[in-house]
Nanobody, 111 residues
């Protein structure tokens, strides 16, 4: 299983970014892909996840209404659309299947 996150960057508060997670190597059709974020010295925070095959989505309270998770039809790529970004969204974002994570992507939101 491989998960590769990309799309991070520097954005001003109120701006938007879209993260992508390339997913490969799954042998089962029943799994979830999610995003979590981590700031050095802090606990990791679950951001969002999407279930395969039914496409059900879940969001952390801090991002509800601002972030949207989606995927292509084959769930080879999972996206995290982040709008109305706040400085407190600054973190390294990782995609995960719950057991493994890919290399993270840095998101920095300036005030």
């Amino acid at each position: 299983v491989q998960l590769q996150a990309s799309g991070g960057g520097l954005v001003q508060a109120g701006g938007s970014l879209r993260l992508s997670c390339q997913v490969s190597g799954f042998t089962s059709d029943d799994y979830a892909i999610g995003w979590f974020r981590q700031v050095p010295g802090a606990e990791r925070e679950g951001v969002s996840c999407i279930m395969n095959p039914d496409g059900a989505t879940h969001y952390g309270d801090s991002v509800k209404g601002r972030f949207t998770i989606s995927s292509d039809s084959a769930m080879n790529t999972v996206y995290l659309e982040m709008n109305s970004l706040k400085p407190e969204d600054t973190a390294v974002y990782y995609c995960t299947n719950g057991a493994l994570r890919g290399q993270g992507t840095q998101v920095t939101v300036s005030s």
